[in-house]
């Protein structure tokens, strides 16, 4: 048996990354039947001679969107101009992350285009690491090598806020199309169809993913209702001091997250992310809120 890690899947085979070199395999029937899929950044182990994935090994962490395991960062794009990035996108993607202690980067990008930047504002104030770029002037762009560099990350976000275009700027080798921007729809189209790990040099390994639109958030893994508060870093120093212990700060008196709503200490798009999210949770029937919480 060799040990490697999955760079790209596509297709049934994935491309296993080993100290022999890339080797292209197969996934082993069992696995499948075990409901077992291989997602990049999957460290694994594979029969060399069958070329097949015999195991995958813990994982730290997974996604279903993006499909990718194992990640030290999840890097979340955004932009204030075409195509405007709605917050709830950025707060669904990242309430995942939170809830499997992922750290969350957020990327602002295409600061050459706009005047004002409300997403950088409303998520420095939030607490997140909030970065500045523009593929075109290079703004921010060793700022976010530093920040990803040694880590396995991926770079996520609605399609057209230029995350090939970044990844070209990080590492000019890589020559990853890049796509146009429908000003009719307001939306890019898709140029990134699959998910791969690319090598940035330094340790740095980075999964370019498929851009997604609002209707595909319904895809995303949902976060038990119970667990969802704790998603949400900006609300943690009022957690446990409302009125009520099983208080879901959403209208009951005496609740603190609304009391620093109400003071300005949370942000209004953040809480209405929340609320949106505590009811798509509450729709989870009771039968599978218990296999989650197995």
Not at 240 to 266: M, S, T, W
Request: aromatic share 6%.
């Amino acid at each position: 048996m060799t040990e490697g890690r999955i760079i790209k899947a596509l297709s049934g085979f994935c491309d296993v990354q080993t100290d022999a070199g890339v080797i292209t395999c197969k996934i082993r029937g069992r696995l499948r039947k075990e409901g077992m899929t291989p997602l990049v950044g999957d460290s694994v182990q594979i029969s060399e001679q069958e070329k097949m994935v015999e195991q995958i090994l813990s994982r730290r962490n997974s996604f279903v969107r993006p499909p990718v395991a194992n990640l030290d960062l999840l890097v979340i794009f955004a932009a204030n101009v075409i195509p405007v990035t709605e917050p709830y996108l950025i707060d669904r993607v990242a309430a995942i992350a939170g809830d499997q202690g992922v750290p969350v980067l957020i990327c602002v990008n295409k600061q050459d285009l706009q005047t004002e930047d409300p997403l950088s504002e409303i998520y420095e104030k939030a607490g997140f690491a909030v970065i500045r770029t523009s593929a075109s002037t290079g703004e921010g762009i060793d700022a976010l090598r530093q920040a990803i560099a040694g880590k396995l990350c991926a770079f996520t976000g609605n399609s057209g806020v230029g995350k090939s275009s970044v990844l070209n700027a990080l590492q000019p080798n890589l020559q990853l199309p890049v796509g146009d921007v429908s000003e009719k729809l307001g939306r890019g189209r898709h140029t990134t169809r699959h998910v791969e790990l690319l090598d940035l040099g330094n340790g740095t390994l980075c999964a370019d993913t498929p851009g997604f639109s609002a209707f595909d958030t319904d895809q995303m893994e949902a976060i038990l209702r119970e667990n969802l508060q704790y998603a949400f870093s900006d609300f943690a120093p009022y957690l446990g001091q409302c009125q009520f212990r099983d208080c879901a700060h959403l209208k009951e008196p005496g609740c603190a997250v609304l009391q620093a709503l109400e003071d300005g200490l949370i942000q209004p798009t953040r809480h209405e992310s929340y609320r949106r999210l505590y009811e798509k949770a509450s729709q989870i029937p009771d039968w599978m809120r218990k296999k989650e919480t197995k």
